[in-house]
């Protein structure tokens, strides 16, 4: 399985910005995906998730109601579309994906990982 992130970038605070994640070499539609973050010097932590079937999301508290998780499973992609941006949403953003249909906020439950997106937010 490969996972790739793209969309990343310096916004000023208040912003908008919206990450992708293309997935291959596996059936998407059969994962759980999700995104966590990793500031520097801090653990890795869960942002957002949503199940095989988009019926279920699941949101950290700090960022609920400012991002929302989607994907397109005829695209094999997964977004986090992420408004009022704070600078303490810098950090690099990973998605993730899990062999099961649920959604889960830990990352030992995701299986694969990609690369990682900077988001810088400037105040």
């Known amino acids: 399985v490969q996972l790739v992130e793209s969309g990343g970038g310096l916004v000023q605070a208040g912003g908008s910005l919206r990450l992708s994640c293309a997935a291959s070499?596996?059936?998407?539609?059969?994962?759980?995906m999700g995104w966590f973050r990793q500031a520097p010097g801090k653990e890795r932590e869960f942002v957002a998730a949503i199940s095989r079937s988009g019926g279920s999301t699941a949101y950290a508290d700090y960022v609920k109601g400012r991002f929302t998780i989607s994907r397109d499973n005829a695209k094999n992609t997964v977004y986090l579309q992420m408004k009022s941006l704070k600078p303490e949403d810098t950090a690099v953003y990973y998605c993730a994906a899990r062999f099961s249909s649920t959604v889960d906020v830990i990352p030992v439950a995701y299986d694969y990982w990609g690369q990682g997106t900077q988001v810088t937010v400037s105040s």
């Open positions: 070499g596996r059936t998407f539609s059969r994962d759980g």
